[in-house]
């Protein structure tokens, strides 16, 4: 048989303005309505506990027809992720005593047949009005149409060797709709590695609120994760979700992640290229009662951003310089090549607002696969405001090819008298 469980009655406020027409009419309906709570009329709570209706009782018995009785009526919904339990009671209806009783439980899927028997041995006989208990247990991996399987063997008195079934079917459900984004972040100046954000969005489309113990992120082995969905105040770590971690029927909740590579496969240009694995989400909740469910996503996968065979990026610039005063950056050029050797030369192309100070042209020099070389800049501005590094070309003369960076990065550019003055 299977238990209906207790559930919690959800209050579903309904209000009004004083000023509209019913008045203050629906807030004393609130009131007078035991399912509320008092001085709380107005929140939506899960506090209320109704008994079940039914038990959902099917006792499996000696003398009965096989049938295909159907729980649906009488079971609550089980989701994906959770613990399905059912307890199974063979019954001795008649006046003899029957031997060699052996039961067994499976539970078909629309892939699978699992054995959920707790033992495989047959009990030696079985008394009148004696009863055979069991209670299995099963993590639902699969959504759709499940179907419990009871089968019971015996001998007679007489030495007849009897065979019966009972089929239960149920349907398991999705608890949670997942949908994640990433965004791609290029390095900061003091890493040379990049960062990847991924953004999880989480629904509960079930009918009910469910408690969020824990949403982390299990990365892959080329990357270190953190987690950004907490806050510092007055020295405590305290969740962006405030205290109630509890999701409401189709409410949605974002979670962050912040991922770098790790410094062994940041080093290696040519390695987290294309299709990269970030990791899996886990997911743990709790319903009302308590009961725990588990869900893990495939492992995610993005598109790591291309940077052609070669990349420059920026290692050091002011964030604020003044106007038509020269200034020093520092930038990183990277041969992402696995294979070939460069040989490049810098060109240095002055811009509106930007001009270059040195030399263009200049040999860098060959440049190794997977290797790179530091290159100090010095360049002025001679427009206010905030103003995009451009202007710099790399050729690499073995195959002709010219490689075009513009808005490298931004600056702001003030006047000489407005710095000195703050």
Request: overall charge negative; charged content about 20%.
């Amino acid at each position: 048989m299977r238990l209906t469980k207790p559930t919690l009655f959800t209050n579903v406020p309904v209000t009004c303005e004083e000023r509209d027409l019913p008045g203050d009419l629906f807030n004393q309906l609130m009131k007078e309505d035991p399912s509320t709570v008092k001085g709380a009329e107005t929140l939506m709570l899960g506090e209320m506990l109704t008994l079940p209706q039914n038990f959902g009782l099917y006792c499996m018995r000696e003398n009965t027809v096989p049938s295909f009785p159907s729980l649906s009526c009488s079971i609550r919904n089980i989701f994906l992720g959770e613990t399905f339990s059912s307890y199974i009671s063979v019954h001795n209806d008649s006046n003899q005593v029957v031997k060699d009783i052996l039961v067994k439980a499976d539970l078909q899927t629309s892939s699978q047949r699992l054995n959920l028997s707790a033992s495989s041995a047959a009990v030696a006989e079985l008394k009148p009005d004696c009863c055979i208990d069991d209670v299995i247990h099963h993590e639902v991996k699969e959504i759709g149409t499940h179907i419990l399987v009871c089968a019971v063997s015996y001998t007679t008195q007489a030495g007849e060797k009897m065979y019966f079934r009972k089929f239960f079917k149920f349907q398991v459900l999705k608890p949670l709709d997942v949908k994640t984004k990433f965004y791609n972040a290029e390095s900061d100046l003091s890493s040379v590695t990049d960062e990847v954000f991924l953004e999880a969005q989480i629904q509960n489309i079930t009918t009910s609120p469910m408690f969020m113990e824990k949403v982390s992120l299990e990365p892959s082995i080329m990357y270190n994760v953190a987690e950004l969905n907490t806050v510092n105040k007055a020295g405590e770590s305290m969740s962006t979700f405030g205290s109630r971690t509890y999701l409401q029927p189709m409410d949605t909740r974002q979670y962050l992640y912040c991922l770098k590579p790790k410094q062994e496969f940041a080093e290696k240009a040519g390695v987290i290229k294309g299709v990269t694995v970030i990791g899996k989400l886990d997911i743990v909740w709790k319903t009302n009662l308590g009961e725990r469910g588990r869900l893990q996503t495939s492992q995610l996968q993005r598109m790591a951003p291309g940077y052609g065979d070669v990349r420059l990026s920026l290692e050091t610039i002011p964030d604020t310089v003044n106007l038509e005063e020269p200034f020093d950056i520092t930038c990183k050029i990277t041969n992402c090549s696995s294979e070939r050797t460069m040989d490049l030369i810098l060109e240095m192309c002055n811009t509106n607002s930007i001009h270059w100070c040195g030399v263009s042209g200049r040999q860098l020099g060959k440049l190794h696969p997977s290797s790179s070389l530091h290159l100090a800049l010095t360049l002025l501005s001679s427009v206010q405001g905030l103003q995009s590094v451009s202007g710099l070309r790399l050729t690499d003369t073995f195959l002709k090819r010219t490689y075009e960076y513009d808005d490298i990065a931004q600056v702001c550019v003030v006047s000489s008298e407005v710095k000195e003055e703050s």
